[in-house]
């Protein structure tokens, strides 16, 4: 397999970067490599270095980004021993230690800008000055860089060196985000699933479903988002068939859960439960009551109490009263203000 085949994907804007890695990387032109995160610039990168001569030699990747700026100039360019505080001993820069190779500056647009103007006199003196020393290190780097951000837009703010700029964009490579070559991602899964075989079973599987709602996702993550989600359902699911309906919905990117395609994204168009009222008829024995409690309606809007008549006393001597307008059933189970001792009188 050639460096440039472990690009992985079928898509037209990877066939491209191919050709343009195989044709790029022989040389010793600076290269800056411009993407949105997760979409492999180092993978890029590394690729460049091993279809070149220096393929032998070190790869040295720097996250600038990543590194504190009181610290940034001493990896990249070394210092000597007690040139600051808690120097003890010397200590070679990533430069030296990359070269008759290639270094690797990812996340360039990070780089403060006084250490830009560093930079730009290493790459066109071709020798560094560790901190604190007098003596400056010819070296024999390539030089890689790769950034998210916007350049163009830096520079109009003046955060990013214009000279700079023009001195790493000799051979400029842009990578398309995952979303805009979906065609890749059926492939890449199969990819990451052979990477991520649980216990010697088969690589997990997607339903039909599922890959459907990957190719309409639009993967704000790239490739990294892609891969952990193949390794988070190899975990799961070893050896299965996943289908992201059935998958616990934490598990689901929120993003594809909001797609017009997910299941529960369609809940409003089905049918609404029905509520308690709807069983309930007012017309009914305890109908009106239960209806008004449930339908929050208030003592001055529900109609009102029927008048009660009187029954005779039970075996118990207590007097009751049964609704004459509505029911049969007992005074206390309805409306009916009880009966005072004129109406049980009046009624005898």
Request: proline share 9%; with cysteine.
């Amino acid at each position: 397999m050639t460096s440039s085949q472990k690009i992985i994907g079928q898509s037209i804007a990877i066939e491209e970067l191919r050709t343009l890695i195989e044709m790029v990387g022989p040389s010793e032109s600076t290269v800056l490599i411009l993407g949105d995160s997760g979409t492999g610039k180092e993978l890029v990168a590394r690729a460049l270095h091993d279809s070149s001569s220096r393929a032998g030699g070190p790869f040295i990747p720097v996250n600038c980004g990543a590194i504190p700026r009181d610290l940034l100039e001493s990896e990249l360019f070394g210092h000597r021993k007690g040139s600051f505080t808690g120097a003890i001993a010397d200590r070679k820069g990533r430069f030296e230690l990359a070269n008759k190779g290639t270094l690797f500056l990812d996340e360039i647009g990070d780089m403060p800008i006084d250490l830009q103007v560093k930079l730009l006199r290493v790459l066109q003196e071709r020798q560094i000055d560790p901190v604190g020393s007098l003596l400056s290190i010819p070296i024999d780097v390539r030089v890689l860089a790769a950034t998210h951000k916007d350049i163009v837009g830096l520079m109009e703010k003046s955060l990013f060196r214009e000279d700079l700029y023009y001195r790493l964009n000799v051979m400029p490579i842009e990578i398309k985000t995952l979303g805009e070559r979906v065609d890749d991602v059926p492939v890449l899964f199969e990819y990451f699933a052979r990477q991520h075989i649980v216990d010697g079973k088969k690589p997990i599987r997607l339903h039909p479903t599922s890959m459907q709602l990957f190719l309409d996702y639009s993967w704000p993550g790239n490739v990294r988002e892609l891969a952990n989600l193949v390794d988070r359902y190899s975990s799961l699911y070893p050896g299965q068939e996943v289908d992201l309906r059935n998958v616990i919905p934490s598990m689901v990117p929120p993003g594809i859960r909001a797609l017009a395609s997910w299941p529960q994204a369609n809940a409003e168009q089905r049918p609404a439960p029905k509520a308690v009222t709807d069983y309930v008829s007012p017309s009914e024995p305890l109908g009106a009551e239960l209806f008004a409690a449930i339908s929050g309606a208030s003592e001055a809007e529900s109609p009102p109490p029927c008048r009660p008549r009187p029954t005779p006393p039970t075996d118990s001597g207590a007097w009751r009263s049964t609704c004459a307008a509505c029911c049969s059933y007992p005074g206390w189970r309805c409306r009916c203000p009880p009966l005072q001792q004129s109406e049980r009188s009046a009624s005898e």
